[in-house]
């Protein structure tokens, strides 16, 4: 009886452990398109963010000024992609080192 006490616990354990690590992996499931607030109000690239949310089920977090300031959302969002849409004129030397350190 000792025994089948600790292979239930065991088994308990295991099917904890894999439940947690299946929440987990949901939460890793995620598509965030981060894009500036002049980019998103234009009307030919609102149409690639609304495209891009409607394919991938996505959320958009529009940051204003410096794309580090997105940061905190990405972090309570947590995805496991995500997609930054910015202008040419935007996507400069700077701004893909800042999105590299994110």
Known sequence: MHRNIHFIFVCSLCFTMALQ???AADA?????????KPTHVDPGWKQVVDALVKKHDAKVIIFEGDVTTALPQLKEQFPRFTCFVAQPAEAGKVFVGKVHRL
């Open 28 to 36: 890793l499931t995620g598509y965030s398109i981060v894009v500036s």
């Open 21 to 23: 690590g299946a929440q």
